[in-house]
């Protein structure tokens, strides 16, 4: 009788076993997904003081050298109409795109040379994605991409800066007040000529052509394979024949939103 309740109890244990090795373990509790706290961006405006002459506004040209090639139908027009314009150029740029720097250079008349940052990312010291681009994401990492396209432009023998414009033209108002802080103006826009260099050529000439007196038209000179440079150069040709005054921010008074310029 012990040897069979013995050989039960074997028994049992080996199914308990068993069962054991078989059995998928319950799965632990999920951990809660914590979310980022929305970070608030703004995009500022900018205008200069207008010429209050019919038939005879005044507009800036301003033009963004983020990474990538020169656009020689934009830079060419420029050049060949005398038309002037400021040029927010990234440290990548600089050293990509030597030629166009020497005719920038050259052409001291025409352009005026600003700070579009050391690596073209976006100037919010939070943690986020601007248009799917990582920001700097803290304070140290804003003053570095500022800093650092300042240092690449004295390298390059441009003069020191006194504009900023950071990659997509969107801050955090913490960051703003720290860019400020060294001692640089913001510079927003009123009127998006290219859409970021992806529209066509038509609605890119309609819309910089459309500038009204005081507008500051904010392109870019760094796509010479997009469609929209061959409507950015024909717009430019459009204002010219219209009586347009072009002036560099160097030039003109301004008054920006967000406090960028105050």
């Given at each position: 009788?012990?040897?069979?309740?013995?050989?039960?109890?074997?028994?049992?244990?080996?199914?308990?076993?068993?069962?054991?090795?078989?059995t998928p373990p319950l799965p632990a509790a999920?951990?809660?997904?914590?979310?980022?706290?929305?970070?608030?961006?703004?995009?500022?405006?900018?205008?200069?003081?207008?010429?209050?002459?019919?038939?005879?506004?005044?507009?800036?040209?301003?033009?963004?050298?983020?990474?990538?090639?020169?656009?020689?139908?934009?830079?060419?027009?420029?050049?060949?109409?005398?038309?002037?314009?400021?040029?927010?150029?990234?440290?990548?740029?600089?050293?990509?795109?030597?030629?166009?720097?020497?005719?920038?250079?050259?052409?001291?008349?025409?352009?005026?040379?600003?700070?579009?940052?050391?690596?073209?990312?976006?100037?919010?010291?939070?943690?986020?994605?601007?248009?799917?681009?990582?920001?700097?994401?803290?304070?140290?990492?804003?003053?570095?991409?500022?800093e650092g396209g300042a240092a690449a432009m004295?390298?390059?023998?441009?003069?020191?800066?006194?504009?900023?414009?950071?990659?997509?033209?969107?801050?955090?108002?913490?960051?703003?007040?720290?860019?400020?802080?060294?001692?640089?103006?913001?510079?927003?826009?009123?009127?998006?000529?290219?859409?970021?260099?992806?529209l066509g050529a038509a609605i890119t000439e309609?819309?910089?052509?459309?500038?009204?007196?005081?507008?500051?038209?904010?392109?870019?000179?760094?796509?010479?394979?997009?469609?929209?440079?061959?409507?950015?150069?024909?717009?430019?040709?459009?204002?010219?024949?219209?009586?347009?005054?072009?002036?560099?921010?160097?030039?003109?008074?301004?008054?920006?939103?967000?406090?960028?310029?105050?």
């Amino acid at each position: 009788m012990n040897r069979i309740l013995l050989a039960s109890a074997f028994l049992l244990a080996g199914l308990s076993t068993l069962c054991a090795a078989e059995t998928p373990p319950l799965p632990a509790a999920a951990a809660p997904v914590m979310k980022s706290p929305a970070v608030k961006l703004v995009e500022p405006h900018l205008h200069i003081a207008r010429s209050n002459i019919s038939g005879h506004a005044r507009i800036a040209l301003t033009f963004d050298a983020c990474m990538g090639q020169a656009d020689e139908r934009i830079l060419s027009t420029l050049v060949r109409e005398r038309i002037p314009a400021t040029l927010f150029v990234t440290a990548r740029w600089l050293k990509r795109n030597p030629a166009a720097l020497a005719v920038f250079l050259q052409n001291p008349d025409l352009f005026e040379l600003e700070n579009h940052g050391e690596n073209h990312i976006p100037a919010v010291d939070t943690p986020t994605l601007v248009y799917g681009i990582a920001s700097a994401g803290s304070p140290q990492a804003v003053r570095q991409e500022v800093e650092g396209g300042a240092a690449a432009m004295l390298a390059s023998g441009i003069p020191a800066p006194h504009w900023f414009r950071g990659s997509t033209a969107k801050y955090d108002l913490s960051a703003i007040g720290e860019i400020r802080a060294l001692g640089y103006r913001i510079a927003g826009y009123s009127v998006n000529g290219d859409g970021g260099s992806l529209l066509g050529a038509a609605i890119t000439e309609k819309r910089i052509a459309s500038a009204k007196d005081g507008d500051v038209v904010i392109s870019h000179i760094n796509q010479p394979t997009h469609a929209a440079g061959e409507g950015v150069a024909k717009a430019l040709v459009d204002l010219k024949m219209k009586g347009t005054e072009f002036v560099r921010l160097q030039d003109v008074e301004d008054m920006g939103d967000d406090q960028t310029t105050e």
